[in-house]
């Protein structure tokens, strides 16, 4: 189940918050969540509920011998033992398959290759699990003495599939104690309610045209038929690559909005995950703001507890393209996702050593490149086998003899042209700056234009998101698979 489908809209979430808002006690309203978010997990696999449950349970022990010998080698010894548990289970479901594969590859060994199912969140609650025990060993948490309380934060089912990667000691007093103000509440349905429709009214269009360019309308079962992706006009080429930059973008932002604002619904307030990284004036720049809650755990559970910037240069190059190396690995198990993550160490140490000065670009030239190479990263992330990708990127600029127009490329092109407009502004703060003026001003006239757009545009937002899912069964979750 996802968000944005049609059981989740009409039947589930409908039905929690109806639950919800019936129960009093703030451990009856726990309660309602907990049974929701089992429901929500078990719908795809029903049986790694077990595995969430058995993980959430070891660490929950753990993390109560931690606390117990703080400050001693116990203590240390306990979280080693956490990390080795949930790392292990992360490496097995996730990268046993690719590991078997590879190693397949050049001993032989295994004759028979487990196909492991990939339990659905288990990179997000990991991290969530991980993040908990370290901040009880640093004494910045009390262990929770109660299970189903770290089990409500660990399985929350709003951001159990996508995130963000919500920090224990960031909720940790609302699953004792919280209340929801109408200003929340207000505020977490428009939050939903835009970021439904920037899914299915956006996103979900920009896949189609990345399916119609780049995959079933010319290579068939994405890329059997190379000698057609060569001759893919290099216009189809654009258009499919800059419909990727621009679908992952709003599918995980969107999922990210809707997850934010359902936990302000029931008086949860997680972080920003996104803050339009596609204007970025750095490489830099743009990890400060894509999928921030990532980047921040890297950031404080690896890259500084290794010594960060602080042992001298090469520990500092050998401390990034540990991270990167382990970013790259996050978001997937395959070499394109590794090779994606060292891409991006090679350009941040750029930044860093080598040309310092390619952050005091002018901001247009800045821009300019920070998007070039975040363009070029999206296609090594998209594209598994590497002479796809290597094909695309040549038939971007008409080297692989393909001509760079076709009738059906500007065709196509101009009958989306606008559509594509509104998508890239929808990847700039345009919108919500407008928004907040009109709902900000004083002026008679605005104050009644921003009341009637506070009430109708979340409904509006929601009647045609709606409709759509109704006449279209094409609703993908690209981080789904992390």
């Given at each position: 189940?996802?968000f944005?489908?049609?059981?989740?809209?009409?039947?589930?979430?409908?039905?929690?918050?109806?639950?919800?808002?019936?129960?009093?006690?703030?451990?009856?309203?726990?309660?309602?969540?907990?049974?929701?978010?089992?429901?929500?997990?078990?719908?795809?696999?029903?049986?790694?509920?077990?595995?969430?449950?058995?993980?959430?349970?070891?660490d929950?022990?753990?993390?109560?011998?931690?606390?117990?010998?703080?400050?001693?080698?116990?203590?240390?010894?306990?979280?080693?033992?956490?990390?080795?548990?949930?790392?292990?289970?992360?490496?097995?479901?996730?990268?046993?398959?690719?590991?078997?594969?590879?190693?397949?590859?050049?001993?032989?060994?295994?004759?028979?290759?487990?196909?492991?199912?990939?339990?659905?969140?288990?990179s997000?609650?990991?991290?969530?699990?991980?993040?908990?025990?370290?901040?009880?060993?640093?004494?910045?948490?009390?262990?929770?003495?109660?299970?189903?309380?770290l089990?409500?934060?660990?399985?929350?089912?709003?951001?159990?599939?996508?995130?963000?990667?919500?920090?224990?000691?960031?909720?940790?007093?609302?699953?004792?104690?919280?209340?929801?103000?109408?200003?929340?509440?207000?505020?977490?349905?428009?939050?939903?309610?835009?970021g439904?429709?920037?899914?299915?009214?956006?996103?979900?269009?920009?896949?189609?045209?990345?399916?119609?360019?780049?995959?079933?309308?010319?290579?068939?079962?994405?890329?059997?038929?190379?000698?057609?992706?060569?001759?893919?006009?290099?216009?189809?080429?654009?258009?499919?690559?800059?419909?990727?930059?621009?679908?992952?973008?709003?599918?995980?932002?969107?999922?990210?909005?809707?997850?934010?604002?359902?936990?302000?619904?029931?008086?949860?307030?997680?972080k920003?995950?996104?803050?339009?990284?596609?204007?970025?004036?750095?490489?830099?720049?743009?990890?400060?703001?894509?999928?921030?809650?990532?980047?921040?755990?890297?950031?404080?559970?690896?890259?500084?507890?290794?010594?960060?910037?602080?042992?001298?240069?090469?520990?500092?190059?050998?401390?990034?393209?540990?991270?990167?190396?382990?970013?790259?690995?996050?978001?997937?198990?395959?070499?394109?996702?590794?090779?994606?993550?060292?891409?991006?160490?090679?350009?941040?140490?750029?930044?860093?050593?080598?040309?310092?000065?390619?952050?005091?670009?002018?901001?247009?030239?800045?821009?300019?490149?920070?998007?070039?190479?975040?363009?070029?990263?999206?296609?090594?992330?998209?594209?598994?086998?590497?002479?796809?990708?290597?094909i695309?990127?040549?038939?971007?600029?008409?080297?692989?003899?393909?001509?760079?127009t076709?009738?059906?490329?500007?065709?196509?092109?101009?009958?989306?042209?606008?559509?594509?407009?509104?998508?890239?502004?929808?990847?700039?703060?345009?919108?919500?700056?407008?928004?907040?003026?009109?709902?900000?001003?004083?002026?008679?006239?605005?104050?009644?234009?921003?009341?009637?757009?506070?009430?109708?545009?979340?409904?509006?937002a929601?009647?045609?998101?709606?409709?759509?899912l109704?006449?279209?069964?094409?609703?993908?979750?690209?981080?789904?698979?992390?």
């Amino acid at each position: 189940m996802v968000f944005s489908s049609l059981v989740f809209l009409c039947v589930f979430f409908p039905l929690q918050m109806l639950l919800y808002s019936l129960v009093r006690s703030i451990e009856a309203k726990n309660t309602v969540l907990i049974l929701f978010s089992l429901v929500f997990y078990a719908w795809g696999e029903p049986f790694y509920v077990l595995l969430l449950l058995g993980m959430t349970f070891a660490d929950w022990l753990i993390s109560q011998g931690i606390y117990r010998y703080r400050g001693t080698g116990k203590s240390k010894a306990f979280l080693v033992l956490g990390c080795i548990v949930d790392l292990g289970l992360l490496s097995f479901f996730k990268y046993g398959t690719f590991f078997c594969t590879n190693l397949q590859r050049f001993t032989g060994f295994p004759a028979v290759i487990p196909q492991i199912a990939l339990p659905i969140g288990i990179s997000f609650y990991t991290f969530q699990l991980l993040s908990y025990l370290v901040d009880v060993y640093r004494q910045q948490v009390p262990a929770q003495k109660q299970f189903r309380r770290l089990f409500l934060y660990v399985s929350l089912f709003h951001q159990c599939i996508a995130g963000p990667i919500v920090r224990y000691q960031d909720v940790s007093e609302e699953i004792l104690s919280r209340k929801v103000e109408e200003s929340d509440l207000r505020t977490g349905i428009n939050r939903f309610a835009s970021g439904l429709a920037k899914k299915v009214l956006l996103a979900n269009v920009c896949g189609k045209l990345v399916s119609l360019t780049l995959l079933d309308g010319l290579t068939e079962n994405r890329g059997v038929n190379l000698a057609a992706l060569e001759k893919t006009p290099a216009l189809l080429l654009w258009l499919g690559a800059i419909c990727y930059m621009l679908q992952i973008y709003l599918d995980f932002s969107a999922y990210s909005d809707m997850a934010i604002g359902m936990g302000l619904m029931v008086g949860f307030h997680y972080k920003e995950n996104f803050d339009y990284p596609y204007l970025s004036q750095s490489i830099t720049d743009f990890w400060r703001r894509w999928h921030m809650s990532l980047s921040s755990f890297f950031r404080d559970y690896v890259y500084i507890p290794l010594g960060g910037n602080r042992k001298g240069t090469l520990r500092t190059v050998l401390n990034l393209f540990i991270v990167w190396l382990l970013t790259g690995m996050w978001h997937g198990a395959g070499w394109n996702f590794i090779l994606w993550g060292l891409y991006y160490f090679f350009f941040l140490f750029l930044e860093k050593f080598l040309i310092p000065g390619l952050q005091k670009l002018p901001r247009v030239f800045a821009h300019l490149y920070t998007l070039a190479v975040v363009f070029f990263g999206w296609i090594l992330f998209y594209f598994e086998d590497f002479t796809q990708a290597l094909i695309v990127v040549k038939g971007l600029f008409c080297l692989n003899g393909n001509s760079f127009t076709s009738f059906e490329s500007v065709n196509m092109v101009l009958n989306y042209c606008f559509f594509l407009l509104v998508a890239i502004l929808a990847c700039t703060p345009l919108a919500r700056l407008l928004y907040h003026r009109i709902c900000s001003s004083t002026q008679k006239g605005a104050v009644v234009l921003g009341t009637a757009m506070e009430w109708i545009l979340p409904v509006l937002a929601l009647v045609l998101s709606v409709s759509f899912l109704v006449g279209d069964a094409y609703d993908p979750f690209l981080y789904l698979q992390f």
